[in-house]
């Protein structure tokens, strides 16, 4: 018998959290960007894209001939994504979660972003099995969240903590890449291994 898992919505931001003088400061799109080492003609997810900080960056180097997914379960803040300058490359925006994603076809995508978008959801599982899903052989994911939440009781299960990325990444034999990180943000850098590549060891 199969059992249906019910799983909360995944937690909305307001527009103002998501591009404001700080974020730009703290974490600039072209700095975050960097870490994916993006080329002309890939395709990238941009899961949780919200008002798509990162869309311009994305698109300024994967163009021209490029793919950009944006993934976002708010209709608002997805409609200021769809704003955004994004010449040169195919845009294709979808509403819903980074736990799903079913229009983004298995293993067509060379890199995917999910930057702050764990601490926003309950399925953070569901997150990382799309990002196996849909990355080619070789792909790679920059992964990012806060290091440290002031959150209420209700909200705890939404914090990322080091125990539980450990437990995420061993999901798939995801191999992980040197990433510099920072006092507030956690990076993770995690990359699909190659067909001609060992796979590593899924620890126990």
Not at 91 to 116: M, N, T, W, Y
Not at 163 to 182: A, C, F, N, S
Request: glycine share 8%; proline share 10%; charged share 25%.
């Amino acid at each position: 018998m199969e059992v249906l898992r019910t799983v909360p919505p995944d937690r909305s931001c307001r527009a103002g959290t998501l591009d404001n003088p700080l974020r730009r400061w703290l974490a600039p799109a072209a700095r975050e960007v960097d870490r994916l080492d993006l080329a002309p003609g890939q395709t990238v997810a941009d899961l949780g894209t919200g008002v798509g900080f990162y869309l311009p960056e994305i698109a300024r180097r994967i163009a021209p001939g490029g793919t950009i997914y944006a993934v976002d379960p708010d209709p608002e803040n997805l409609e200021v994504a769809r704003s955004r300058p994004v010449a040169g490359v195919r845009a294709v925006f979808l509403r819903g979660s980074a736990a799903q994603a079913p229009e983004i076809p298995d293993g067509s995508v060379d890199r995917v972003l999910l930057s702050l978008v764990l601490c926003c959801m309950w399925d953070k599982a569901g997150a990382l099995d799309t990002a196996w899903r849909i990355l080619r052989p070789g792909g790679r994911a920059l992964v990012t969240y806060p290091r440290a939440m002031k959150i209420g009781s209700r909200r705890r299960a939404l914090r990322v903590s080091a125990e539980q990325w450990g437990l995420l990444v061993r999901q798939h034999p995801w191999t992980q890449r040197p990433v510099d990180t920072g006092l507030i943000l956690r990076r993770n850098l995690i990359e699909r291994p190659r067909a001609d590549e060992p796979v590593p060891a899924r620890q126990p």
